[in-house]
């Protein structure tokens, strides 16, 4: 039986894994996802969110490498789609401004390292 301070803490666990895992994956299909929570040796709580694999079946979403997601897990979790954020074009409105250097000029490479010696 549970108390209502258990009860609590165990929502206020739960929430918490729930709003990480809304924060890295927005697009997820959360209802291919549950929570369970954990209770440690000290009374503290922490819960963890897991992909419903297959009947009986769950794979942690923090605790494993990306590499070994199945396709299903990535699709569910909106991450299979489109091009790989960290390798998409910036939005930058301003442009950086890196000049072009042809470094098969002898001349620049040599201007570069007196600049690098100043």
Excluded: H
């Amino acid at each position: 039986m549970q108390t209502p301070e258990t009860k609590k803490k165990s929502s206020a666990a739960k929430d918490e894994a729930w709003t990480n895992f809304i924060q890295q994956f927005p697009n997820a299909d959360v209802s291919k996802f549950v929570s369970q929570v954990y209770v440690d040796e000290k009374n503290n709580f922490s819960a963890e969110v897991f992909f419903k694999e297959g009947s009986g079946s769950l794979q942690s979403v923090f605790g494993s490498e990306r590499k070994c997601w199945s396709e299903r897990m990535k699709n569910a979790l909106g991450v299979a789609i489109g091009f790989p954020f960290q390798l998409s074009p910036r939005q930058n409105k301003t442009p950086l401004s890196i000049p072009a250097v042809d470094f098969t000029d002898i001349s620049v490479i040599y201007s570069m390292l007196r600049l690098r010696s100043i």
